[in-house]
């Protein structure tokens, strides 16, 4: 006798013992699967609380530490001193030596072309010929100018003659008007700036230097000397009473902010001037007086000089449109 369809008892039909015996099956099913359900549930939601608590404790987190990077960046900024080069006058760097000027080579290693006087220049008086006191020659260069190098070119011997005889004070203001026509690099706030460091730490090298610079001077539009390779050129004229100290002023763009802040001094005007300011990416004042005469002619320059010296300064003379970019502050 099988077991699996017990025999109904008496007078019960047998359809009514199936189904009896089948409820309790399906039923007891049904509950396991609402009660399985119930327990996924609260599996997810509590799943769903820890995920939203982990984000909001990370999204604290992260407000935390942006708070302390700022915080950091923030002080940092404001403890570093903004160097500013002791030696320098009214943003600009008296020349005190003239030594090892003319020994200066090319980019490519040959003897760099130097503008010689001829013998008519060489007969022009000093300007200590007609007046007592010396004049003060200033001039604003930005070492990626072409103009600027012209005039170097033409006017460097004739400006250490002047200086060794006491005839002129040279005053050199390094700016920076086409630190975005390098590539990126700003080569010339970074010239300015080693330029700066080595009339601070090695005075005696700067007319030689300034002379490097602008008779190795990179075209426009190139990457220029790398803070390294100023360095070294720096070096190479002498590094002063501490080449290590000079060396780190200059690979560290000590003196950029100083810089960029004397070009925007020098752009609003030049003090003790009548209204002069840097308008170019080279500019010469003798007495005050902007020089409007041709950068390449040393004998134009020095009759400037003279008649300048006397009160007497020319008033016929014509700006001469200088062929460089047009100057723009550094951002």
């Not at 050129?233 to 950029?256: W, Y």
């Given at each position: 006798?099988?077991?699996?369809?017990?025999?109904?008892?008496?007078?019960?039909?047998?359809?009514?013992?199936?189904?009896?015996?089948?409820?309790?099956?399906?039923?007891?099913?049904?509950?396991?699967?609402?009660?399985?359900?119930?327990?996924?549930?609260?599996?997810?939601?509590?799943?769903?609380?820890?995920?939203?608590?982990?984000?909001?404790?990370?999204?604290?987190?992260?407000?935390?530490?942006?708070?302390?990077?700022?915080?950091?960046?923030?002080?940092?900024?404001?403890?570093?001193?903004?160097?500013?080069?002791?030696s320098a006058e009214k943003d600009g760097f008296v020349v005190t030596s003239i030594a090892g000027a003319a020994s200066i080579t090319s980019m490519d290693g040959a003897p760099a072309p130097t503008e010689t006087p001829s013998a008519e220049e060489s007969a022009e008086p000093s300007p200590t010929a007609t007046t007592s006191a010396p004049v003060q020659i200033h001039v604003f260069v930005d070492y990626l100018s072409p103009a600027a190098k012209e005039w170097q070119l033409a006017n460097a011997t004739q400006l250490s003659s002047w200086v060794a005889e006491g005839a002129a004070t040279l005053t050199y203001h390094p700016v920076s008007m086409l630190a975005a026509k390098s590539n990126g690099t700003k080569y010339s706030l970074r010239a300015a700036?080693?330029?700066?460091?080595?009339?601070?730490?090695?005075?005696?090298?700067?007319?030689?230097?300034?002379?490097?610079?602008?008779?190795?001077?990179?075209?426009?539009?190139?990457?220029?000397?790398?803070?390294k390779?100023?360095?070294?050129?720096?070096?190479?004229?002498?590094?002063?009473?501490?080449?290590?100290?000079?060396?780190?002023?200059?690979?560290?763009?000590?003196?950029?902010?100083?810089?960029k802040a004397a070009t925007e001094r020098a752009v609003a005007g030049i003090d003790g001037t009548d209204g002069v300011a840097l308008d170019s990416t080279s500019m010469v004042t003798v007495n005050d007086q902007k020089y409007m005469g041709e950068m390449t002619d040393p004998?134009?320059?020095?009759?400037?000089?003279?008649?300048?010296?006397?009160?007497?300064?020319?008033?016929?003379?014509?700006?001469?449109?200088?062929?460089?970019?047009?100057?723009?502050?550094?951002?």
């Open positions: 006798m099988s077991g699996d369809n017990p025999t109904p008892p008496e007078g019960v039909p047998s359809s009514e013992v199936t189904e009896t015996a089948s409820t309790p099956t399906v039923q007891g099913r049904r509950d396991a699967v609402r009660e399985k359900a119930q327990q996924v549930h609260v599996q997810q939601s509590r799943a769903r609380v820890v995920r939203r608590s982990a984000l909001a404790v990370g999204a604290v987190a992260a407000v935390a530490v942006l708070a302390v990077v700022v915080s950091w960046a923030i002080g940092g900024a404001a403890s570093r001193p903004q160097l500013s080069p002791e700036s080693a330029a700066a460091c080595v009339a601070t730490y090695a005075p005696a090298s700067f007319f030689g230097f300034n002379d490097d610079l602008l008779q190795r001077q990179p075209a426009v539009d190139s990457d220029g000397f790398s803070d390779e100023l360095a070294d050129i720096a070096l190479a004229r002498g590094g002063g009473d501490d080449p290590k100290k000079l060396r780190e002023c200059i690979e560290t763009q000590a003196f950029a902010s100083w810089v004998a134009e320059f020095s009759q400037f000089v003279l008649t300048t010296a006397s009160g007497k300064a020319s008033k016929s003379q014509a700006a001469t449109p200088s062929p460089t970019p047009t100057a723009s502050v550094t951002p």
